[in-house]
């Protein structure tokens, strides 16, 4: 059966809004639901949708403390240097002078204990505060260098040391004890750096 039907369509596309349809026939109730159908569809394809999608980003300054390098044996060994350097300097510095008696190996072994106490702790800050610093650096040669040299200046010092102070105990009546303390703590630094030594070349070989 052959049905004829007149339709007229008219669009009206405001912005956002559905476009409305009229339509006019004679047909069937099959036909009808044909045409719904076909009119369903054709909303469906006219109709658009904007989607905006808005990316916040957040930025701060805080400082993060990357405290898991001290659970490394790098990280407990900086920090072992630092404390036993700061003793030794302590120690050293306090007695300094004091009694008016100054000797060249005080003076080589007090310089000694400074320099790398300085040097350690700025190393240690930076790989704290810094978790790209404690990553990159260990893969450098710069901390077997610097290592290995305080292992090597801190020894020279420290035996220095006490060889002086043994074989002129009678000119350090009063300091002789904390100096010779101060020398034996310069000793066990010194293997710590050896250690810091080793390890930084392991790291740095990649091992």
């Known amino acids: 059966m052959y049905i004829e039907f007149q339709l007229t369509l008219i669009e009206?596309?405001?912005?956002?809004?559905?476009?409305?349809?009229?339509?006019?026939?004679?047909?069937?109730?099959?036909s009808r639901l044909r045409f719904l159908s076909f009119n369903?569809?054709?909303l469906?394809?006219?109709h658009s949708v904007t989607v905006t999608r808005t990316t916040t980003t957040t930025t701060t300054s805080a400082i993060i403390i990357n405290t898991g390098y001290l659970k490394t044996w790098p990280?407990?060994?900086?920090?072992?240097?630092?404390?036993?350097?700061?003793?030794?300097?302590?120690?050293?510095?306090?007695?300094?002078?004091?009694?008016?008696?100054?000797?060249?190996?005080?003076?080589?072994?007090l310089l000694t204990a400074v320099t790398f106490m300085i040097g350690t702790f700025l190393l240690l800050l930076s790989c704290l505060i810094s978790?790209?610093?404690?990553?990159?650096?260990?893969?450098?040669?710069?901390?077997?260098?610097?290592h290995g040299f305080a292992f090597?200046?801190?020894l020279a010092a420290s035996l220095t040391f006490i060889i002086e102070v043994n074989h002129k105990k009678r000119s350090y009546t009063y300091d002789y004890e904390p100096y010779f303390a101060a020398a034996i703590i310069?000793?066990?630094?010194?293997?710590?750096?050896?250690?810091?030594?080793?390890?930084?070349?392991?790291?740095?070989?990649?091992?």
């Open 152 to 154: 090597l200046l801190l």
């Open 12 to 30: 009206l596309k405001p912005r956002h809004q559905p476009i409305y349809t009229y339509f006019s026939a004679n047909f069937s109730a099959v």
């Open 44 to 46: 469906k394809m006219s």
């Open 186 to 207: 310069g000793l066990v630094n010194s293997a710590l750096y050896l250690l810091s030594t080793i390890f930084a070349q392991r790291s740095y070989r990649g091992l």
């Open 40 to 42: 369903e569809r054709y």
């Open 131 to 146: 978790i790209s610093t404690s990553s990159i650096i260990s893969k450098t040669i710069y901390e077997v260098i610097y």
């Open 75 to 109: 990280g407990i060994l900086k920090l072992a240097e630092l404390i036993l350097g700061i003793v030794t300097v302590g120690l050293v510095a306090y007695y300094y002078q004091k009694y008016n008696i100054t000797q060249t190996p005080e003076t080589f072994f």
